[in-house]
């Protein structure tokens, strides 16, 4: 079973460096907000795989307030580029 979480954990770390790639290569804003709410989920789910590996479900309050504050993040600064642009 160890096996599963050092694939898993290593796929995320895969998955993270492209995503900061992403976020430092984006061309446009929109595309680094996405980056940077991709790269939470990815955050929480490394979060949930630390807390499965130790059987340890005190931080599973945390995961999902991590998730909610990304989720508000991201859509709120998609709002705020969706409004700059409609003014210009």
Known sequence: MNAVYVVV??????AGALTLVRLLRGPDA????VALDVFIVLIVAAAAVY??????GSNIPLLAAVA???F?????????????????
Do not use: C, K, M, P
């Open 9 to 14: 954990l290593g796929v995320l770390a895969a």
């Open 30 to 33: 929109l595309d680094r907000i």
């Open 51 to 56: 807390t499965a590996f130790y059987r340890d």
């Open 68 to 70: 909610l504050i990304g």
């Open 72 to 88: 508000v993040g991201s859509i709120t600064a998609a709002r705020l580029i969706e409004r700059r642009e409609w003014h210009r």
